[in-house]
């Protein structure tokens, strides 16, 4: 006798996902690590040299971890109140930071005691950044004020004051020592250059501005504020040419990765947001548990780093190509009982006679049902809450099998008020979908002939019943509507088609005639 064959689930697949290569490159980042820091991280910052160590800014503190280290090789502890924007040096032998009580700290990352400071502001520094000439540095205050202070002197080389609220980011360029812009909550974005008395341009984000990012070229401008995130051109005295609004909470930090190719944004709803830089399209989404204050990302060794309001600093690493391999592969198989035995390079020789053990089959309920002809039973387990509503793939299978077995209308018939309920809500959820349309339309006639009698004994069957008519007619008359725009666009196609004369050998082109 034959054994018994399990029904077979075709395996659909999943509706709206589409995989792209960002997909791919995204998602080949490992499971994040994460670390408990002392409060709030507002700041990070990858050192542009080797082992490319990153600063991390959070209450009273500066902790310098290694790339692939959970704990920190450097901590700064010289501040009197809460720390902000922890930044290296391009040479990364240098790191300056503000503070909540208007000092401003420049480091030596090999040493612990501050090698300046910098006094002259009246109230919290939340933008620091050092100038592309390595002597100087930029910095930004609640006071409204921003100014240019030279290292050796620890002097401010110039002070402006143009912005009327508080001052909450600036970007320093890296091919001008002396070009600077920064951001404030009164929605203004102001570009100066330190040989000049005040700034040569303004741009307005219309919100108040968290973050502002620089393109390599240094032509475009992002902003961020509330919840778009905006590009400007520079060179066209800062027109704006994108407005993004993807996020639903306010956006606190940005990025570049991929060489410029990719824009990262993060937010306060919790996401990270990575946009192609060609059509400003959202590419791939990042979830995270608590909102976002800060991001990095290190391009030259593949990690992302998400500073979150609840102190948790998230570390991802991306996979190597073995680790891509195994995880893209199906599940190992576990050794044989030879192999334990006998070791994994055994072979059998020519004479030896190899007793296999049979294989126990196991079924799933509704085809052990299946097996003992228990047709109704077995659709019965298919349509349970936890499988028509999980996978409703099971549940169709089911049916069509019992559709080539002969016996559904055997499956069908014969059901409570509940059980037929149960039968018609599946029906209406899943009968337009392209996959299940052409089992579950078969079902559903069936279903009209034999219940066709009871019409008018329950109120709740016949408004399913009349909900499955009305749907089953408007899809009709959709399939009408797109066979007439099909003869439509047919017709456009041939017309627009120039027509063109084929000579035929041994036709005279006079008459016709041979």
């Known amino acids: 006798m034959a054994s018994f064959k399990p ?37 990070i910052d990858f050192s542009p040299v080797a082992p490319h160590n990153f600063a991390v800014t959070a209450f009273t503190r500066v902790h310098i971890y290694g790339p692939f280290s959970q704990e920190p090789v450097k901590t700064f502890t010289r501040f009197k109140d809460t720390a902000y924007s922890g930044k290296f040096r391009s040479d990364g032998q240098l790191l300056v930071a503000g503070c909540e009580d208007s000092v401003v700290r420049l480091f030596d990352v090999s040493g612990r005691v501050a090698l300046r400071t910098f006094k002259g502001h009246t109230k919290a520094v939340h933008v620091t950044d050092f100038t592309s000439n390595h002597y100087q540095i930029m910095t930004a205050s609640d006071d409204y004020t921003c100014r240019v202070w030279d290292i050796p002197n620890a002097t401010a080389v110039n002070t402006y004051q143009e912005h009327t609220d ?171 009982y030879r192999v334990f035995v006998k070791g994994k390079n055994y072979v059998p020789k020519q004479d030896d006679f190899l007793v296999s053990k049979p294989v126990k089959q196991h079924l799933a309920k509704y085809d052990k049902q299946l097996k003992k002809f228990n047709v109704s039973q077995a659709l019965d387990t298919a349509l349970a809450a936890g499988v028509r509503h999980r996978k409703p793939e099971i549940t169709v299978a089911v049916i069509k099998e019992l559709d080539r077995r002969g016996t559904l209308k055997n499956a069908l018939a014969g059901r409570d008020e509940q059980g037929l309920s149960h039968l018609l809500n599946f029906l209406i959820s899943n009968l337009t979908d392209s996959r299940f349309t052409p089992v579950l339309v078969v079902a559903a006639e069936m279903l009209f002939d034999i219940y066709r009698s009871v019409i008018g004994q329950s109120s709740v069957v016949d408004n399913q019943l009349q909900r499955l008519q009305d749907l089953i007619q408007r899809e009709i008359d959709y399939q009408q509507r797109l066979v007439e725009v099909l003869g439509m666009l047919d017709a456009l196609f041939a017309s627009s088609v120039s027509r063109k004369e084929v000579p035929c050998s041994g036709m005279s082109r006079t008459n016709g005639l041979a």
Not at 13 to 40: C, H, M, R, S
Not at 297 to 320: P, Q, R
Request: include cysteine.
């Open 7 to 43: 029904t077979k689930v075709q395996v659909y697949p999943k509706l709206g996902e589409k995989v792209t290569q960002d997909t791919l490159y995204w998602k080949n980042y490992k499971t994040p690590i994460q670390i408990k820091e002392f409060g709030a991280i507002t700041s």
């Open 166 to 336: 508080y001052i909450r980011c600036g970007v320093t360029s890296k091919l001008n020592g002396d070009l600077f812009i920064t951001g404030s909550y009164d929605h203004k974005m102001k570009v100066f250059d330190a040989r000049m008395d005040k700034s040569v341009l303004t741009m307005d984000h219309g919100q108040p501005v968290e973050s502002l990012l620089l393109f390599p070229s240094e032509g475009l401008l992002v902003s961020a504020g509330g919840r778009y995130v905006k590009v400007w051109d520079l060179l066209k005295g800062g027109q704006q040419l994108v407005s993004l609004k993807n996020h639903h909470k306010t956006v606190t930090c940005l990025h570049l990765g991929s060489n410029g190719q990719r824009l990262l944004s993060a937010s306060l709803d919790r996401h990270v947001k990575v946009y192609n830089t060609t059509n400003y399209k959202v590419v791939h989404n990042f979830d995270y548990p608590a909102s976002i204050l800060s991001l990095a990302l290190a391009v030259s060794i593949d990690i992302i780093v998400v500073g979150m309001t609840n102190g948790i600093l998230s570390v991802k690493h991306k996979k190597s190509p073995e680790e891509s391999k195994e995880g893209s592969g199906q599940a190992r198989r576990q050794p044989s």
